[in-house]
C-alpha cells in the first residue's frame, strides 16, 4: 500500500513527502535489501582486512564483473531510436500483413543504424557500409527488417560471408587498423572476388560516408516476397527514402570529424530527436510479378545486384518517424536483436542464397551474445502478441509457465495453445514447386558481376565519380602487397578503364591506355575459377539518375547546423535576422567565439557563446557565417583557429557567408586558388548575402569549387 502523508501543516507535509520519496529511492540491493552503506566495505577494524562475508560488496562486484557481453561479431558500433510507422497506401492486393494492408494504422518501431567493421568503441565516421535495421512491433508478431545504407551486397551466397568479415576486421596478428578497409587482407580478399565489385563501387562512393544516419537510404537488399489472401506471391524489394535527402560529407572531412567528434553521428541523431526534430523515412517498395521473374537481365535473387528504378519505379506507402530516443543504451540499443527471419504471415523469403544463410546466423549469434533462447523475453525484444508455445526453461527464463502441460498434442490442456488455422493469421511457407540436383554450385545467372558496378559508375556526376577514385587511391594505397593492388585495378578495369588509369596513376601501376576489359582473363593465384568466371552481358539500364546523390539534392537546407563566428565585431541586429531566417528554412544556428560566457555586438548587445574555437571545428557544422560587419574584417582572421575554420570548410565546399568587405577577406584568407590571381567572392562560390547564403545551405554544397581546390 502506498504511504501517504498524514501532518496537517503544509510545511510539514512537504518534509514527510520529501521522506516518503527518499525511502522509495533508497538504495537496495539485488534482493531488495536496503542498504545503510554503500561507500565502506566491511572490515575487521578501521583498518583490517575485508572480510569474504560482505555480500553486499560481494554482489556489487560480480554484476560489475560481468556487466560487458561480447559484442556483435560485426555491426557492433550502433545508434537506437523509439518511433512509429504509418501506412498510408494499403498493399492489401500484394499482401495480407496488416501492418502494409491497413491504412492510417500505427505502428510502434524500433530502429538501430550501425557501422559494420568497427568495434563498439570505434568512429562513426569510418568510411563504411552502415546498417540499417527496422523491428516492427506488429499485432501479427515482430517483423525485422534488417538492410543496410547500400541496396546490394559484397558476396551472393552466405558460405562467404566469415571469409569477408574476417578479411575486412583488423588483422588477427595486430588488431590493426580499426574500422577500417584500408589494408591488405581487405583487399587481397576483394581482388579475387569480382562479384564483389558492384558492391564496392558504392562503399568507395560517398554513400560510404553519409553527413547523418538521417540523411541516408536504407535497402532491404534482398529480394522477398509479399503474398496475399489468395496465397499469390508478388516479389518486393524494400527501399527507405530520408525526407532529408541523402547528403554524405568528403572523406577528408570524415576524417578529421573521426578526431574532433567520434560520436558525430549517434550525437546527431540522439540531439535531433531529443530538440523534436523527429528524422523521417517514406517506405518504398518496388513491385515484381512472380511471372516476371526473368525478365530482367540479372537474378532478382542475386543480392549483389539491383533492380533499377528506371525499370521498377519505387512506390511509397507509408512514414516512419523516430521519435523517442533510448531510456537505456544497454538495454534497448545493445540488447535488440534483429533477425532477418522474424517474420509476419504475407511476407516470405526468396531462394537469395544469401538470405537463406543469414537465416540461420542471426539466432545462432544472439545465443552467444545475449546468453539464451530467452532473449526474447528481453523488454526490447519482447513480440507485443502474446507468446504462448511449449518452449520452456534454459538461462534467464522470465515467463512462469503455469500447469503440466508443455507437449502439443494435448488433452490434459484441452489441446492448448492452439496452431492457428492460417484464415486466423497463422503462418504459412509460400508453397514453392521445387525439383532441382542437390549440388554444391553457383547459378550462371549470377555470373554477370560488373554491369551493374558499371551502371552504378556511370549514373553518377563527375564530381561523385572523382570521389569515388579519390577513395580508392586512398584505400590503395595503404595496401603494403603491390601484387594485391594491380590485381584490384585489374578488377576496376573491367568496370571503366578510365577510372582504373586513374586509380593505377597514384598507385606507382601502369594500366596500358589500348587495354580492353578483359572480362574473363586469367585468374591470380588464389582465385576460385567458379567466382572469377564472368559473363558478358549487354543490359537495357546503362545509367539511372536514382543512383546519383548529387543529381538528387532538393531542399537541403533542413536541420542544418551553421556556425556564426565572431569575435565582438557582429551586430546584433544582422545576428537575429540571419537566425530568425535560418529556424525559418528548419536550421540552427550556434555562436562560435574564443570564450564561453557571452559575447558583446557593435552595439553593446550580449549574446550567449554556444562553442568555442578550442572546443569545435568547421567539420562539426554544414555551413560558415564570418559574422565580422567591420569594414577591413581583418582583425577576425589575426585569428589563426578562424582561418584554419573557414579553410576547411572552403575546401569541404561547405556555404560560406561573409558580411565584411568579401575582397579583403579572400585576400587576407590567402585562398591556394588566389595565388596568381585574385578571384572574386562569386568565382569562389562564398556568399555576400543572406539570401544567396541560404541558396547555397539548400544545395548542401558548392561541389564546383572542387575544380579550384
Ligand atoms: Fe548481417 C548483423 C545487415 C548479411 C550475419 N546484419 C547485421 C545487422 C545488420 C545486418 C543491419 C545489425 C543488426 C543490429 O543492429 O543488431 N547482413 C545485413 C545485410 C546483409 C547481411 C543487409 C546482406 C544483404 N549477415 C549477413 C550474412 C550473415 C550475417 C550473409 C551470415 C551468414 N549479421 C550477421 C550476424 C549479425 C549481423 C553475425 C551480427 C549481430 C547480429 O547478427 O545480431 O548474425
Known sequence: MEETPQSENPKLRDLE?????????????????????DHNSLKAGDRGPSLLEDFILREKITHFDHERIPERIVHARGSG?????????SLNKYTKAKLFSEVGKEVPVFVRFSTVAGSKGSTDLA??????????????????????????FFIQDAMNFPDLVHA???????????????HDTFWDFISLMPESMHMIMWAMSDRGIPRSLRMMEGFGVHTFRFINENNQSTFVKFHWKPKLGVHSVVWDEAQKISGKDSDFHKRDLWNAIESGDFPEWELGVQLIAEEDEHKFDFDILDATKLIPESEVPVHLVGTMTLNRNPDNFFAETEQVAFHP??????IDFTNDPLLQGRLFSYTDTQLSRLGSPNFHEIPINRSINPIRNNQRDAHMRMQINKGAVSYHPNTIDGGCPFQAMMKDGGFHSHEERIDAKKIRNRSKSFMDHFSQARLFYNSQTKTEQQHIINALQFELSKVERPHIRENTVNQLTNIDLKMAQEVAKVLGIRVPENRVAPVNESKPAGADESHYASEVRDPKTKSDDALSIIKNVKNASKSRKIAFISIGNHT????????????????????????LGSLKSREGHEVK????????????YDAVIIGDESRSGKEILNNGKVKEFVMDAFNHCKPILVLSDSKTFIEEMGFPCCKNELKSAEELYIDTTTEGFLRSLSKHRHWDREELI
Open 168 to 182: 575486412v576486421k583488423p588483422e588477427p596478428h595486430n588488431e590493426i587498423p580499426q574500422a577500417a578497409s584500408a
Open 609 to 620: 557563446v554556444d562553442e568555442t574555437l578550442f572546443n569545435t571545428a568547421s567539420v562539426l
Open 17 to 37: 513527502k520529501n521522506i516518503l520519496k527518499h525511502e522509495e529511492s533508497a538504495m537496495t540491493t539485488d534482493q531488495g535489501l536496503k542498504i545503510n552503506d
Open 81 to 89: 531510436a523509439h518511433g512509429v510507422f504509418k501506412l498510408h497506401e
Open 341 to 346: 527471419g522474424h517474420l509476419i504471415p504475407g
Open 127 to 152: 568510411r563504411d557500409v552502415r546498417g540499417f535495421s527496422v523491428k516492427f512491433y506488429t499485432e501479427e508478431g515482430n517483423y525485422d527488417l534488417v538492410g543496410n545504407n547500400i541496396p546490394v
Open 572 to 595: 546584433a541586429e544582422k545576428l537575429k535576422s540571419i537566425s530568425n531566417q535560418l529556424e525559418e528554412a528548419g536550421s540552427k544556428l550556434k555562436v562560435v567565439s574564443s570564450q
